[in-house]
C-alpha cells in the first residue's frame, strides 16, 4: 500500500531531479580546446582591466608578447592597497604621488628575482598601445604618463603608441556599438564613441602587424563558457563569475589561430549589462578576418558576505583585482585571477578532440 510518506518521498525526488535537470541544461558549455597559437598571445583591457592587462603582461612577460591599455596604470602601482589604488593610481596629488619610475621597476625586479614573475627582459620585445582621455576624471592622464615611462625602461620608443584624446571620457573607445555614449561620457556601459577611433583595431593592428580589414559579417560563435573548472576555490572568493565568454571565428574550429584576452572594466561584466562589452567593445569583427580568438574571462559584483563563501571580499562594481582584495599574490603568476586566465589560455591552445 502506497502510504502518504512515500508518495511525499517521490514528489520531492522527483522534483530535485527535475530541478537538477534544468540546472544541468542551462550550464554553460566547456570552453573547447581548439589548437591555438600562443607564440603572437596579446591582452588588453580597459579600467580595471587595463591594470590586469598590464599585471598579464608583466608576470607572464615569457608568454605575452604586448598589451593594449585604455586608462590603466603601471605595474604593481597599488602595492596591494586599496587608498593606494584610490588615491597615487587613480588621482595622484602632492599627498599621494605616484611611485617613481626607479621605485616601480626595483620593485618589479625584486619580484622577477624572487621567481615570483618572469624575467623582465622579456618585455624587450613587446609592444604597448596605451590610451588616455583628457575628461577622464576617474584615471589621470599623469598615471598613463607613468606606465608609458615604466614600459619604456624596455621597450623601444616606437613599440609604444600612446594615443591621447581630449575630449574622451574613461570609457571603452568603439566604433562598434550602436548605442555608444558619447565621446566624454562617463556612465554605463562605459562604452562611447569618438568620432572613428576603433580603439580595438588599433590595439590589435599595432600588437600585431598589419591586418585584413574588420568583416561586416560575424560568421563565428561567440561562447558562453564555464569558468569554474580553471578557478582555485569558489569563483565567488576569487571575484569571478561563474561563465565568460570566448568569441571563435569559423575558421578557428579547423585551423591554428593567435588568441587576444580582453579584459572588461569595472560595471562592465556580464553580471551587469550582459553581452553589452563582448558583443560591442569591438574586437569580434577584427578577431573573425583575421583568425584570432577573442577570450572575455569575466568577474562578478561581491558585497562583502556571499552565500556559502566564509571569505569576506567587497568587490561591489566587480572590478578585476589590482589592488588585493582576492590575496596577497594578486599581481604574481600566483594570483588566483591570473592562474585562471592562464588556465583558459591553455585550454584554448590544447590539441583538438577528435
Known amino acids: ?42 591582452v588588453s583591457g580597459v579600467s580595471s582591466g587595463a591594470y590586469m592587462a598590464v599585471q598579464f603582461q608583466v608576470a607572464h612577460s615569457k608568454l605575452v608578447h604586448g598589451a593594449g591599455v ?39 625586479e625584486a619580484l622577477a628575482s624572487s621567481g615570483r614573475i618572469d624575467p623582465l627582459d622579456n618585455l624587450r620585445d613587446d609592444k604597448a598601445w596605451l590610451f588616455a582621455g583628457g575628461k577622464d576624471s576617474i584615471v589621470a592622464t599623469a598615471v598613463m604618463d607613468r606606465l608609458a615611462a615604466f614600459y619604456g625602461q624596455w621597450m623601444a620608443p616606437a613599440a609604444i603608441h600612446f594615443v591621447k584624446l581630449p575630449d574622451a571620457g574613461h570609457a571603452m573607445i568603439s566604433v ?46 561567440l561562447l558562453s563558457f564555464d569558468q569554474r573548472p580553471f578557478i582555485d576555490g569558489k569563483p565567488i572568493d576569487a571575484g569571478l563569475a561563474d561563465e565568460a565568454y570566448a568569441y571563435v571565428p569559423q575558421a578557428c574550429r579547423s585551423t591554428s589561430c593567435r588568441v587576444h584576452v580582453v579584459f572588461h572594466g569595472c560595471r562592465q561584466s556580464a553580471a551587469q549589462i550582459g553581452r553589452r562589452f563582448v558583443e560591442g567593445a569591438g574586437y569580434n569583427n577584427w578577431a573573425e578576418s583575421n583568425r584570432i580568438i577573442v577570450l572575455y574571462p569575466q568577474t562578478v559584483p561581491r558585497y562583502g558576505a556571499a552565500m556559502g563563501s566564509w571569505k569576506w571580499l567587497n568587490n561591489p562594481f566587480a572590478c578585476w583585482d589590482w589592488w588585493g582584495y582576492s590575496g596577497s599574490d594578486y599581481h604574481t603568476r600566483d594570483g588566483v585571477q591570473i592562474k585562471a586566465v592562464r588556465a583558459m589560455i591553455e585550454r584554448l591552445a590544447a590539441p583538438r578532440q577528435p
Not at 502518504?4 to 573547447?32: K, M
Not at 604593481?76 to 587608498?83: F, I, L, N, W
Request: net charge negative.
Open 1 to 42: 500500500m502506497v502510504t502518504y510518506t512515500s508518495t511525499l518521498r517521490c514528489l520531492v525526488a522527483a522534483f530535485a531531479a527535475l530541478f537538477l535537470s534544468a540546472h544541468s541544461a542551462d550550464a554553460a558549455a566547456p570552453l573547447p580546446a581548439l589548437g591555438a597559437e600562443l607564440r603572437e598571445l596579446t
Open 70 to 108: 585604455i586608462a590603466g596604470g603601471p605595474y604593481y602601482c597599488a602595492e596591494g592597497s586599496t587608498r593606494q589604488a584610490l588615491t597615487r593610481c587613480m588621482s595622484p596629488s602632492s599627498w599621494a604621488p605616484l611611485p617613481s619610475v626607479a621605485e616601480l621597476r626595483a620593485t618589479a
Open 176 to 221: 562598434v556599438d550602436p548605442q555608444a555614449n558619447v565621446c566624454s561620457s562617463e556612465q554605463s556601459p562605459f562604452i562611447n564613441r569618438c568620432g572613428d577611433l576603433d580603439a580595438a583595431g588599433e590595439i590589435l593592428a599595432h600588437l600585431l602587424g598589419p591586418l585584413q580589414p574588420p568583416t561586416v559579417t560575424l560568421h563565428g560563435e
